[in-house]
């Protein structure tokens, strides 16, 4: 798979860099004096040191596994595939995690290692002899390098509060603390440092046309997106040490205008635009093709067939292969119930859930509801066939159709009741998931409350999969609310009641070959379903049972029968966010190993 020069430069470098991870939480990094100016004493050495920062946010640890397809997969859309084990994936997504986790070690230290990497890039980019005496073109450059460290110490703290609460701080290399031993710091007070980090990073970063560069190397418009989700994480609400409950920042408005300015520089800007197509946007991060209406503003990247510095999406999640071609694991299930948040003409729907799996023989076989993927990604999609675990799949960790919605929530909150931009802007959203059939687009409420209730559901069928949704519902303080009307929606589907009245309990189907090259509505379309007079193919998963025995040459499979008591509650192994706890569980446990290692350390929580 050819990436572009950026990422080659990664991966080359990446091996050699003299900055190497901490092996311990807060360890020093052994540089003497000396050895850390000469990393800085050029322009391209610098920009060494930058690609080590690059470089933490990749790999199994960070965001080619844990951070983005195993952290964040307890929401209202999807969880982890599997039967409950507190010591695994599954103990995360079913909210039972515990310190010893296999999980929680490996993304909290790789993450403090990338925070000590960016740190020895800010301290030392304006000590650096370039930046005093150099030429103004390099000086421009080692400017852009400092605001591009800034923006990924950011990040890093982002990824670090939304998962474990308050956490310790440190802004200067570790061989520069007097003391290694860190307590924890509350979080406003580092949001509020990274919100001032990356509004300075703002100035000194270019945009994606003046930098000449692609999602996987920051631009102004990825320093403005992620304070703008920053702010609104500021604003909103979040578990608290002391009194432990969830509680709302302070001074929220100042962050919804904070998010605010930033989403409209960026919809002014003219640098990024909706793909027209939703699918083909996914599509393009399995090869690494331009979007040429740059509606990924950035991607973490992963290449080199290795666990540092690639990613398993496609393979660890998405749409299941068992054929050998494109052998995958189908590890992220969705919640039956997520497919009919969808509207029957809602594009995303047939992308986001995957309803059936290739089988050996390369045919779609459909699967029962409780064994339904998630299918943004799929290895079928990629250029490697195969076993490999190692797909070179970017990550998007943020998308412009992110910013039209986090502007329209602004607005929201900043006015009392949206603006015909914010009203624009959500349209736009739903327009393009709606392309072909735009009479279904619906009317978007005009009131406040009702606006926000329309905004939670839109960002639900927008971004399911992408890692986004715990922490939306955490912010709004909406979890324990959404997890109890998931439950009852999943009992209403089992019962075939309220909305599910007429989701029927099974379907018959031919099973036909699966073609990689076609979308995924028209995988779904492709397949032949049992009809009676009168029921159009479309209808099927609204209509009731088409026949009580299988129709010769058909396929029975369980659809809202494969849905038990046990799946909803009751069964500590297998049912939905079983063992979720208000003003506990929305924050992880910190990893045992870490707690061990610093005595300044607290566990909190009630872990």
């Not at 572009?4 to 003497?32: H, P, R, W």
């Not at 702010?231 to 100042?254: T, V």
């Amino acid at each position: 798979m050819k990436k572009n020069k950026f990422l080659a430069i990664v991966f080359s470098i990446a091996g050699l860099i003299t900055l190497n991870s901490c092996d311990q939480y807060l360890d020093v990094e052994s540089l003497s004096n000396t050895a850390e100016a000469q990393q800085f004493d050029s322009a391209s050495d610098t920009f060494s040191a930058l690609v080590g920062v690059y470089n933490a946010t990749m790999g199994d640890n960070t965001y080619g596994q844990r951070m983005n397809l195993i952290l964040t997969q307890s929401g209202d859309d999807l969880r982890t595939s599997g039967d409950y084990n507190a010591n695994d994936r599954r103990g995360v997504s079913c909210f039972g995690a515990i310190p010893t986790n296999t999980e929680l070690l490996r993304p909290f230290l790789d993450t403090y290692a990338g925070i000590e990497r960016a740190n020895l890039v800010i301290k030392n980019i304006p000590l650096s002899p370039v930046y005093k005496t150099g030429s103004d073109a390099d000086k421009k450059l080692m400017d852009r390098y400092l605001g591009e460290a800034l923006t990924l110490r950011a990040q890093f703290y982002s990824d670090l509060i939304k998962n474990w609460g308050d956490v310790p701080f440190q802004d200067v290399p570790s061989a520069d603390l007097p003391d290694l031993y860190l307590p924890k710091t509350d979080r406003d007070i580092i949001y509020d440092k990274i919100l001032d980090d990356l509004l300075k990073a703002e100035s000194l970063v270019p945009w994606r046309s003046e930098g000449g560069t692609t999602a996987q190397r920051i631009s102004k418009g990825a320093v403005k997106g992620l304070r703008a989700r920053i702010a609104l994480a500021r604003a909103g609400y979040s578990l608290r040490r002391a009194p432990q409950q969830m509680l709302q920042g302070s001074n929220p408005q100042k962050y919804y205008q904070i998010a605010f300015d930033e989403c409209k520089d960026i919809i002014n800007s003219g640098q990024h635009q909706l793909n027209p197509s939703y699918e083909g946007m996914f599509r393009a991060l399995h090869t690494n093709s331009q979007d040429a209406t740059n509606e990924v503003i950035y991607a973490i990247g992963a290449f080199g067939g290795n666990s540092r510095t690639d990613s398993k999406i496609g393979y660890y999640n998405g749409l299941r292969h068992d054929d050998t071609d494109w052998k995958s694991s189908g590890g992220i299930s969705a919640i039956p119930t997520y497919f009919y948040e969808f509207g029957k003409y809602d594009l995303r729907r047939d992308i986001n859930v995957a309803i059936f799996r290739v089988n050996t023989t390369k045919q779609e076989e459909l699967q029962t509801s409780i064994n339904w993927n998630d299918g943004k990604f799929r290895k079928s999609w990629s250029n490697i066939t195969g076993t490999s675990q190692n797909l070179g799949i970017d990550w998007p960790l943020l998308r412009y159709s992110d910013i039209l919605l986090m502007f329209a929530e602004a607005d929201n909150e900043l006015h009392g009741a949206p603006s015909q931009d914010a009203i624009d802007a959500v349209m736009a959203v739903r327009r393009r998931a709606y392309t072909g059939n735009l009479g279904q687009v619906g009317t978007i409420p005009t009131t406040k409350l009702a606006f926000f209730n329309y905004l939670v559901k839109e960002r639900q069928l927008e971004f399911g999969g992408e890692g986004l949704r715990k922490y939306d519902l955490i912010r709004w303080n909406l979890l324990e609310t959404k997890i109890n009307e998931t439950r009852q929606k999943l009992t209403d589907f089992m019962n075939g009641t309220g909305a599910y009245a007429n989701v029927p309990e099974y379907i018959f189907y031919k099973k036909v070959a699966y073609d990689k090259s076609k979308t995924a509505q028209q995988n779904i379309t492709d397949i032949d379903f049992y009809t009676t007079t009168g029921v159009a193919k479309a209808d099927i998963f609204y209509s009731p049972n088409q026949s009580v025995a299988t129709p010769s040459g058909y396929t029975k499979v369980n659809w809202r029968l494969a849905m038990t008591q046990s799946y909803i509650s009751g069964d500590p192994l297998k049912s939905y966010a079983y063992y979720f706890q208000p003003n506990k569980r929305e924050l992880l446990p910190l990893a045992l190993d870490v707690v061990n290692s610093n005595y300044n350390l607290t566990q909190d929580y009630g872990y």
